[in-house]
């Protein structure tokens, strides 16, 4: 078996992973510097390296360079608590075989360790820098730091790449994020919302037409998926592309060939593709409104970009985010929140994702200029039954969570929370499935699993009638 090292200043992560590479069969070195692990490296040749960024000394990765060029190119692990966008590119671009975000499941790092013991290792990829520092996509939170991992690990390729997410997640950001680190960041960026063609113009719109293909064309024109070439074309909302044209599309994705309307001779076209949805393509295929070749086609790669409730934690740091680009966007001075304020944004659903929030933000300035925003500068909470990409579901739970964590922050620390629950929930289930059956006990007692007998108890309890008239 290898020989696993350990470079942490966190003598608990050290034990914990050597614990995992023994129990894997291999031999485990640790070091609490990079500076030392360089020299347990030059001591004993590891078969590969786990290695954190932020490190006493030389940073974790300065340190990559350093042991490349000590032992080779050896698969090396990177692990940080401080990730964002950059880190993570940074660490692929430098060579890095896997990426891991404090904390971990010990599953993920057991896994990335038996790979990189078991790996060839290959010179690593270099990727560009990219043209400016500002980070586009904000958050710290462990969902958007796999976000970023994710970006990092599939920009180096010309895998497709499908993102998944609501409105106002940020899809496109991600889109330009994987372009602006790719090999074809020189290449142009072409973006296209599928849903805002016209089903007539549509493939006319993406392939271009020879003159003459129909009337009112005068002129030949270049279609999107030309434009493209060299570069990358993101299809947004890619679960509204015609049947007809899902056809076409699939050709010019496995040959690279453009054939406008109306035209007898393909062009060549080389362009990258990343595609997204708020709709769920699995199901699209299964109603055979999605072509299942397609759908393969796209998802080679897959990123789930979280929805805003998900992950309110980073709520405040894209508040800062956003009224600092906010008022420099304005040319207006920053203004501040209150804790309130603050409160208020951190405890709202967000149906809207973070597009809401920028307008809530953006609203809220105009009504407190130059001063401090209160919890009376912002905008009305959307409601769930306004938001029609929530489903029922999704609407239900916000307001359940909502209903809970008010519960919990009530004074009164009656341990019943389980018990009113269930006296807020069950009344109107079991009134609408009684209604539904005519008031038929026995069909309806089917429908809900529930015994007949625990049924009618239930309904003489809220004096719900159980017989039809």
């Known amino acids: 078996m290898g020989h696993l090292l350990v470079v942490d200043d966190e003598q608990s992560i050290c034990w914990g992973l050597a614990k995992l590479a023994q129990e894997l069969g291999h031999s485990v070195g640790t070091a609490s510097s990079a500076e030392q692990g360089l020299e347990a490296a030059q001591q004993r040749r590891p078969d590969a390296i786990v290695l954190d960024i932020r490190l006493p000394g030389m940073d974790g990765l300065s340190a990559m360079r350093h042991f490349r060029e000590a032992v080779g190119p050896v698969p090396i692990v990177v692990i940080t608590a401080y990730g964002e966008l950059a880190t993570a590119v940074a ?20 896994r990335a360790i038996r790979r990189a013991m078991t790996s060839r290792p290959e010179p690593p990829a270099v990727l560009p820098t990219a043209s400016h520092d500002r980070p586009e996509i904000v958050g710290s939170s462990p969902a958007m730091q796999e976000v970023f991992r994710r970006i990092a690990l599939v920009a180096a390729s010309d895998a497709c790449v499908h993102l998944r997410g609501e409105s106002g997640t940020g899809k496109e950001l991600v889109a330009r994020a994987i372009h602006r680190y790719s090999r074809r960041r020189e290449g142009p960026f072409v973006a296209v919302n599928v849903a805002s063609l016209s089903p007539a113009l549509a493939e006319s719109e ?9 009337t009112g064309a005068d002129q030949a024109r270049r279609g ?79 990123i789930d970009l979280p929805p805003l409730r998900d992950r309110r934690g980073d709520v405040a740091e894209l508040t800062r985010h956003f009224l600092d680009l906010l008022a420099a966007k304005n040319g207006l001075p920053r203004v501040s929140i209150s804790a309130d304020g603050l409160a208020e944004l951190e405890r709202r659903t967000w149906y809207g994702n973070v597009r809401e929030l920028r307008n809530a933000l953006e609203h809220a300035m105009i009504l407190a200029p130059g001063g401090q925003i209160g919890v009376e500068h912002l905008p009305p909470a959307t409601p769930p039954s306004f938001c029609c990409e929530a489903s029922c579901e999704e609407s239900l739970a916000a307001l359940l969570r909502q209903w809970t964590e008010a519960q919990l922050r009530s ?23 009684v209604q539904h059956f005519h008031g038929q006990c026995a069909a309806a007692a089917r429908r809900l699993g529930l015994h007949r007998t625990t049924l009618r108890k239930k ?6 009638p159980d017989d039809s008239s």
């Open 224 to 302: 999107l998926l030309e434009q493209a070439h060299g570069g990358t074309i993101f299809l947004d909302e890619v679960a509204d592309i015609p049947l007809l044209l899902q056809v076409k599309l699939l050709r010019t994705l496995e040959h690279g060939e453009v054939l406008p309307v109306g035209g007898d001779r393909a062009v060549q076209s080389d362009f990258r593709i990343i595609s997204a949805t708020h709709q769920d393509l699995c199901q699209r295929v299964a109603k055979q409104t999605f072509r299942h070749d397609l759908y393969f086609r796209l998802i080679t790669f897959e």
């Open 91 to 110: 660490a692929v671009r430098n060579g890095a075989f896997d990426y891991l975000t404090k904390p971990f499941d010990l599953a993920v790092a057991q």
């Open 206 to 214: 993406l392939f271009g037409h020879a003159r003459g293909a129909f």
């Open 411 to 433: 004074p009164d620390e009656a341990a019943d929370l389980y018990d009113r629950l269930l006296k807020l929930v069950e009344p109107p289930v079991l009134r609408a499935v």
């Open 459 to 464: 309904l003489d309890e809220l004096g719900v």
